[in-house]
């Protein structure tokens, strides 16, 4: 009995013993929660102190402090440069003597990497002026673009040994002052005439990518209309303008080289104007065809003629292409007289009656509608005509 009591005390002892450490446990703990809580108040505090004192002094700052304050905090980063052009539409030009100028081989491969449909800003009509020399009409072509700008580029190819920057060459100033491309010799009749064209498609392709419409003129070419007129009509255009036709006899079909065959046959071989206008989508594959190109350059000497043969035959042989062209020029031209080259006109044929014949002297489709506004430029005009070309301009051509 005695020995129950004391083990009974013992584990009552123990007991209390194990309820202080318990308590004292538990009051540890408080302890530790309770120094957590304040220490994360106390940073709280601070932050909200110091962002409070920083609202202070940035926002109700007055005019004093705000001079001062500004005159030590660092000016905002600029923003980026603009990414750099892409190094395929850096055009070398005539004028650019520290560029090496590209191989006509490397410029038409690039040209043949030009997106077809893409468009930047407003489209511009591209107006390629494939000249021997000087540009005589230069003043008439000023009053012509006089205006607006942004909505045309300019192009030139001329002989290389041509001085440009002479007055009287028409290139010194206005829109034609540096829109000389590299330009290699052309001689009347052969290939290099077509070589020279496309120098001039490529460089307009690879230039800008706002140029959508290509048009190929002369040095004795005028416009019939003035611009807003002619860029309407380029631009809302659905087809392009290369002039493609069979024609039997010595100066169609006689012109054929059986070398041609057997991949364009006398019955595919066409004839046309060489002055033509095309959209971006089919300048880019004008550029783009090798085979042919290659197949004329090496058959077509001599009497081939190829400017007025090339385009023709191409489109023709083009199933898109000829879907989509209209067998026309939009460039007139006189061959009723018969003869290696066309009429040419001298001052005493200037009129106003001369002038509105042109512009109005047939009927033709456009956009499969009926119209009398056939041809935008007429050829062959000698320098002489310039003076009167100038008057009868307001009135006529109303520019």
């Not at 560029?99 to 490397?106: C, G, H, L, P, Y």
């Not at 390629?128 to 909505?151: M, Y």
């Not at 045309?152 to 007055?167: A, E, G, I, L, R």
């Not at 959209?279 to 197949?295: N, T």
């Amino acid at each position: 009995m005695l020995k129950d009591r004391q083990c009974y005390g013992f584990l009552a002892l123990t007991m209390k013993i194990l309820n202080a450490h318990l308590n004292l446990i538990k009051l540890f703990s408080y302890f530790l929660i309770a120094l957590g809580c304040s220490l994360a108040f106390g940073i709280t505090l601070s932050f909200y102190s110091e962002s409070f004192s920083s609202l202070n002094h940035t926002h109700f700052q007055t005019p004093q402090n705000l001079s001062t304050t500004s005159a030590t905090v660092s000016p905002p980063s600029p923003p980026p440069p603009p990414p750099p052009i892409p190094e395929v539409l850096r055009l070398p030009t005539s004028s650019n003597n520290d560029v090496e100028v590209m191989s006509d081989e490397e410029l038409m491969w690039r040209a043949s990497m030009t997106p077809m449909n893409t468009q930047v800003g407003v489209p511009k009509v591209a107006f390629l002026f494939l000249v021997k020399g000087s540009i005589p009409f230069a003043p008439l072509w000023e009053k012509f673009f006089k205006g607006h700008q942004g909505f045309y580029s300019v192009y030139v190819h001329s002989d290389p040994s041509f001085n440009s920057s002479s007055s009287l060459s028409g290139m010194d100033d206005g829109v034609f002052r540096g829109r000389r491309i590299p330009s290699q010799e052309v001689e009347w009749g052969k290939f290099s005439m077509v070589e020279a064209e496309l120098r001039l498609l490529a460089n307009a392709l690879l230039d800008d990518p706002s140029n959508q419409r290509f048009v190929l003129l002369s040095e004795s070419c005028i416009p019939l209309f003035n611009f807003t007129t002619i860029y309407s009509y380029l631009i809302n255009a659905t087809q392009t303008y290369i002039e493609s036709y069979d024609l039997v006899g010595p100066t169609g079909r006689g012109r054929y080289k059986s070398q041609l065959g057997p991949t364009v046959t006398v019955r595919q071989w066409r004839k046309g104007s060489q002055w033509f206008e095309l959209d971006r989508d089919m300048a880019v594959q004008v550029i783009s065809d090798q085979g042919y190109f290659l197949l004329f350059k090496r058959a077509c000497k001599s009497s081939c003629y190829a400017d007025e043969h090339y385009l023709p035959t191409w489109v023709n042989m083009n199933k898109l292409g000829a879907r989509k062209n209209s067998n026309r020029s939009l460039t007139w031209v006189d061959w009723s007289k018969g003869g290696w080259h066309p009429a040419r006109y001298r001052r005493t044929h200037i009129t106003i009656e001369f002038l509105e014949r042109l512009r109005g002297k047939e009927t033709c489709e456009y956009n499969g509608k009926v119209t009398n506004i056939c041809y935008l430029f007429a050829r062959k005009f000698l320098p002489d005509t310039l003076y009167r070309l100038m008057i009868y301009a307001p009135r006529v051509m109303h520019f």
